[in-house]
Each structure stands twice: as C-alpha cells, then as structure tokens.
C-alpha cells in the first residue's frame, strides 16, 4: 500500500515536499515512481527511482527543479519540487513496480491515492 501526501496550494516559483509511504510489503527491491495528472490530460512520469541502488531518471520537464529521495530503511521516497510553475499544477501519484525505472503507466502495479499539487501564478 502506497500513502501520497504532502500536496497543496503554493505561487509561482514556490517549493513543496512530497511524501510517498510504503506499507504492507517489503519495497527494498522495488523501483518507485511519480507520476502526475493535470485536469485533461493523461496522466505522465516525473520521476522514479531505484530503491536498492539510489538510481534516478528525471522527465526533461522536471530536470534541475525536482529531486527524488528516499530514506535509508526504503520505506518512503520523497519528492522536492522547487521553482513551482503552474504548469505543475496535477494530481501527483506515487506508484511501484519490481524492476528498474521505466516510463510507461502501465509496468507500474502499485499506486497510492494522489495529491493534489495547485501552483497559482
């Protein structure tokens, strides 16, 4: 079981944390995503990361803005967003999956409920 949460309504240029915790199953092994969802559109990868060695990919969109983390018991991961435009603006999903980062929606099996990230400008 994945818990989002850490969402919430910022301006422009404005930084939130993310929070994403595991429970119910040992994820050590796992590779943890975000992935967000803004009003119409589909929902697209931000970021994942490998859990067992720190390993991260980026979406070009996030680059140099966002960072991934985790805690040292791979129990939650946690995402830094800086420089928040509006176009962040999205419900944000943690999701996880055995194996290395991927993109796609789909190899991820695992999801957590959302949180609603509202940039302003």
């Known amino acids: 079981q994945l818990q989002a949460s850490g969402g919430g309504l910022v301006q422009a240029g404005d930084s939130l944390r993310l929070s994403c915790a595991a429970s119910g199953r040992t994820v050590g092994s796992y590779t943890m995503a975000w992935f967000r969802q803004a009003p119409g559109k589909e929902r697209e990868f931000v970021v994942g990361?490998?859990?067992?060695?720190?390993?991260?990919y980026y979406a070009d969109s996030v680059k140099a803005r966002f960072t991934v983390s985790r805690n040292s018991a791979n129990t939650s991961v946690y995402l830094q967003m800086n420089s928040l435009k509006p176009e962040d603006t999205a419900v944000y999903y943690c999701?996880?999956?055995?194996?290395?980062?991927?993109?796609?929606?789909?190899?991820?099996?695992?999801w957590g409920q959302g949180t609603l990230v509202t940039v302003s400008s």
């Open positions: 990361i490998m859990l067992v060695s720190g390993s991260t």
């Open positions: 999701a996880a999956r055995w194996g290395g980062v991927v993109t796609l929606r789909s190899a991820y099996a695992y």
